[in-house]
């Protein structure tokens, strides 16, 4: 779990995300209690509970990139799940519980990547040798392999082609779940690769030396990894300091006078509960209690209310954050201040055919401004309209850029009212193109 203070987690987020200083300093506020959590000791470490978040704000202003960020720059398990994908107990589909299942799932990869680190150099010395059978046989002489060995170090044999036998991942195996069964994961998912595990062999495969070198340390890394050590690491990095981001949470809100599916999505709010309040779920690695498990709720709230959620799910969601939608000032700040803006990906993008894009101040003021004219006349979507808008100005360069390399391209004011000027102010066309 990475120890930042809440200032260098909003200046972390900062660097990606304008504005909504609010959501950025509750979310910094949240991720660092886990830390100091962890400092306490005995029974008052198990008494502190997460304070969970709620966050309200329109489309395209910042939540679901918070989230992105957030899992980044928290190095610890982070599941981001939509609220729309689960149905309640008893209809067909995936149910809550299995974002417990997912979230372990994370928290081994995390761990077994960080403990391949540990044993990466004896990993290395087993995958040469393994190399070196492959290229002159494993009953060569001490002197043949020494050779081959200073060769292979060298890089001389790089491009020569090898036949290597690679265990089958359980990856590529049927998965079964059979739903709603009692004792959760540890029946209801399973794979036919745990049942005939023992019976698989490897497949012989003919790869160059290059190639094999990379699937080789790995499967002599997880040789040497103590794997129930790992399970353990990871039950107890979700269990400390997993964390859950469920967007679209106003979809499953059922609002008055209406039945039908509403009633399934008011089963799907009485499932988190249990799930955010602190339960133990059966998974095939083992139980998991999720009472530390930080939970952030998103939803845009344009249709249903945050009262339209079940009082109890409300009351275990206790931070609630707005988010303001996006002005004119924040589109110039977001096409040129973040770390990866939208001009830089298209400079970079164009970059690779040799045409040169330079974008003078009066055209992000441009786009800026159609994206705000079209969010308020049409839809508004907040900042992705502004990938729509960059896609429609650069239209035709992007089609020709092939026959353009070498050349400067300058995009101003003026290209961009010639490209989308009148587009922008006929509502008509907007609402189908833009």
Not at 200 to 214: C, F, I, N, S
Not at 234 to 262: L, P, T, Y
Not at 300 to 318: I, M, N, T, W, Y
Not at 334 to 362: H, M, N, R, W
Request: hydrophobic residues 40%; negative net charge; glycine residues 8%.
């Amino acid at each position: 779990m990475a120890d930042f203070s809440p200032r260098e987690i909003v200046s972390e987020l900062d660097r990606y995300i304008v504005g909504q200083h609010e959501a950025k300093r509750a979310v910094a506020i949240a991720l660092r209690n886990r830390w100091r959590r962890l400092q306490l000791e005995g029974q008052m470490r198990e008494e502190v509970m997460p304070k969970n978040i709620l966050m309200i704000g329109p489309t395209g202003c910042g939540k679901t990139e918070i989230a992105r960020r957030l899992a980044r720059l928290a190095n610890a398990p982070f599941l981001k799940v939509e609220a729309t994908k689960f149905t309640e107990v008893g209809y067909v589909g995936r149910d809550v519980e299995q974002i417990v299942r997912d979230l372990i799932e994370v928290a081994l990869v995390m761990v077994k990547e960080r403990r391949r680190k540990d044993v990466q150099a004896r990993a290395e010395k087993a995958a040469e040798e393994r190399l070196l059978d492959a290229l002159v046989g494993a009953a060569s002489s001490a002197a043949t392999r020494e050779t081959f060995r200073k060769r292979l170090r060298d890089g001389e044999l790089d491009d020569k082609e090898v036949e290597i036998e690679l265990q089958q991942s359980g990856g590529g195996m049927p998965m079964f779940e059979l739903p709603n069964m009692p004792g959760g994961g540890s029946v209801s998912a399973f794979s036919l690769g745990d049942i005939f595990g023992k019976m698989q062999r490897g497949k012989p495969r003919k790869l160059t030396v290059t190639d094999a070198r990379a699937p080789l340390i790995a499967e002599e890394s997880d040789k040497l990894i103590d794997q129930e050590a790992s399970v353990r690491e990871a039950i107890h990095e979700v269990e400390n300091n997993g964390i859950v981001f469920i967007d679209e949470m106003d979809k499953i809100c059922a609002r008055e006078g209406r039945s039908g599916a509403d009633v399934s999505r008011e089963g799907v709010q009485r499932d988190l509960l249990p799930l955010i309040e602190g339960t133990t779920v059966a998974t095939k690695h083992g139980q998991v209690k999720t009472d530390h498990v930080l939970f952030i709720a998103s939803g845009a709230f344009h249709v249903a209310k945050p009262s339209d959620l079940l009082p109890e799910l409300q009351g275990r969601l206790p931070i609630r954050v707005e988010l303001a939608s996006l002005n004119e000032e924040d589109f110039r700040r977001i096409l040129t201040e973040t770390e990866a803006c939208l001009t830089k990906q298209y400079v970079a993008l164009l970059g690779t055919e040799g045409v040169t894009l330079d974008f003078a101040p009066s055209a992000v003021d441009a786009i800026a401004k159609v994206a705000v004219q079209v969010n308020t006349s049409v839809e508004n979507i907040g900042a992705r309209r502004l990938q729509t808008v960059m896609e429609r100005v650069l239209d035709d360069i992007s089609f020709s850029a092939s026959d353009k390399s070498g050349e400067t391209i300058v995009i101003d004011g003026d290209f961009v009212e010639k490209h989308i000027g009148d587009l922008a102010k006929n509502r008509d066309l907007s609402r189908f193109i833009l």
